[in-house]
């Protein structure tokens, strides 16, 4: 009886090698030869790399010298720490989109719904939301003020209200113009070397600064009770990763994910350190956020609020594109539906809907540092340290895990869950103390 050949065709070895690769998630070069099958965009590792650090290294930069005065010189060790956990759970938050075979889930809330169900994605969508709102509103705060600071005493005087409705109003028009992220990714790399230039302002002006003063400078070791509140500060410095899904999206080569991750929060990382080392160092216990106002008045402290002003301007164009866009999925809002003008005018009703809403958030919560504490405590140690690492075992398991990688996993939980409870804590009595007095 003869034996019937078995031997795979050529096509159906390069599917299964193709499949296999995508399941997996493999990040080699020969991955850039698979067939597209999730849509993605045509940007580059550079598209990713800009956009990343735009968005996480804004506001951190200016926070981490307080942050070291809130906990001491501890701070340098939870600042590794807090890298490792975030490029640990930039690229599991990755991996849970391509959890099941030949399917990509599309958002954070959908790897929470894939997860754990309905309270997953409730969970999620909280804090996504709060994220997305919060930290646009936050950067809106420090704009405005920034605006009151540069224009006080001028004709131009107006109050950081004022400046929150011209702002909200100049940034609608790049949201009604940039239809994806990948449009966006310009304005993002002006936005990251605005962050740039501030933190060498403030590596060569702090250090000059202090030995130019005769007044004692004092630091401490650790301080304990400032523990939660530092870190709180730090999860904040590295939030951001509910927009990757959207950044790894718009990658023409989605294998490279993993290294334009590494590269962004190594950089942004770089820059927290060259900041708030040299911040913490030349003013110790009287360092205050935003870390430029601890500066003397003069040159360098003016040319630190205008960049830092461009950088978070540049920023919010990220989130709320990456809202809109989550946004009108959900509501159908598409070409093939509505056409390419009804289509334009959706979008356009959704973020000028979503401006509004920033701008009422910035007017009335004005406080820049609570604000920047709650923001970090109660969205990003969540989206950040826990999140990512309880659906990624849920959805992928447990007992395939090493050893090493379930230890670290369960420190980014203890972490998060430290930052989250206590640090909310604080900045919520922060908060209330601010409006009452």
């Avoid at 999730?38 to 790399?49: E, I, L, R, V």
């Avoid at 809130?70 to 849970?96: E, H, K, Q, T």
């Avoid at 790894?248 to 989605?254: D, Q, R, V």
């Avoid at 009804?342 to 004005?366: D, E, Q, Y």
Wanted: aromatic share 14%; with cysteine; charged share 15%.
């Amino acid at each position: 009886m003869a034996i019937e050949s078995k031997t795979p065709s050529i096509k159906s070895e390069k599917f299964k090698v193709e499949q296999t690769t995508v399941d997996n998630y493999v990040e080699e070069d020969r991955a850039s030869s698979i067939v597209n099958e999730f849509g993605h965009g045509d940007g580059s590792f550079m598209t990713a790399y800009f956009n990343i650090v735009c968005v996480v290294a804004g506001t951190g930069t200016l926070g981490l010298p307080k942050a070291f005065a809130d906990g001491g010189w501890l701070g340098i060790l939870i600042l590794i720490l807090a890298y490792a956990m975030a490029v640990y759970s930039g690229v599991i938050l990755i991996r849970c989109l391509y959890y099941k075979p030949g399917q990509r889930l599309h958002d954070y809330k959908a790897i929470g719904t894939a997860a754990f169900g309905w309270p997953g994605y409730l969970v999620a969508s909280f804090l996504h939301i709060l994220n997305l709102f919060g930290c646009p509103a936050l950067y809106l705060v420090l704009a405005s003020g920034n605006m009151v600071y540069l224009l006080e005493g001028t004709a131009g005087e107006l109050n950081h209200k004022i400046w929150a409705v011209i702002w909200g109003v100049f940034l609608l028009i790049p949201s009604l113009i940039m239809k994806t992220l990948k449009e966006v990714t310009g304005i993002a790399a002006i936005g990251a070397l605005c962050t740039m230039m501030a933190v060498f302002v403030v590596l060569i002006q702090g250090p000059m600064t202090r030995n130019a003063s005769s007044e004692p400078v004092y630091h401490d070791s650790v301080i304990w009770e400032g523990f939660p509140v530092a870190l709180s500060t730090i999860a904040f410095s590295f939030g951001g990763n509910n927009t990757y899904p959207h950044v790894e999206h718009a990658l023409k080569k989605p294998h490279q994910w993993k290294y334009a991750v590494m590269a962004g929060l190594s950089t942004c990382t770089a820059l927290y350190f060259l900041t708030a080392v040299p911040g913490y160092w030349s003013f110790g216990t009287a360092t205050v956020s935003p870390i430029y106002n601890s500066l003397p008045e003069g040159a360098g402290k003016m040319l630190s609020v205008i960049v830092m002003t461009i950088h978070v301007i540049l920023a919010i164009p990220i989130y709320t594109t990456s809202f809109s866009l989550e946004f009108e999925k959900f509501s159908n809002c598409s070409e093939e539906k509505y056409g390419k003008f009804g289509a334009w005018v959706g979008r356009a009703i959704i973020r000028s809907i979503t401006m509004g809403i920033l701008v009422v958030l910035a007017c009335f919560i004005p406080y820049f540092d609570d604000f920047m504490g709650l923001i970090g405590s109660l969205a990003n140690c969540g989206l950040v340290f826990l999140l990512p690492v309880i659906c990624y075992l849920k959805l992928t398991g447990v007992r395939n895990k090493p050893w090493y990688e379930l230890a670290f996993s369960a420190l980014t939980v203890f972490l998060g869950i430290i930052g989250c409870v206590f640090g909310t804590i604080d900045s919520i009595k922060a908060l209330i103390a601010d409006f009452t007095s």
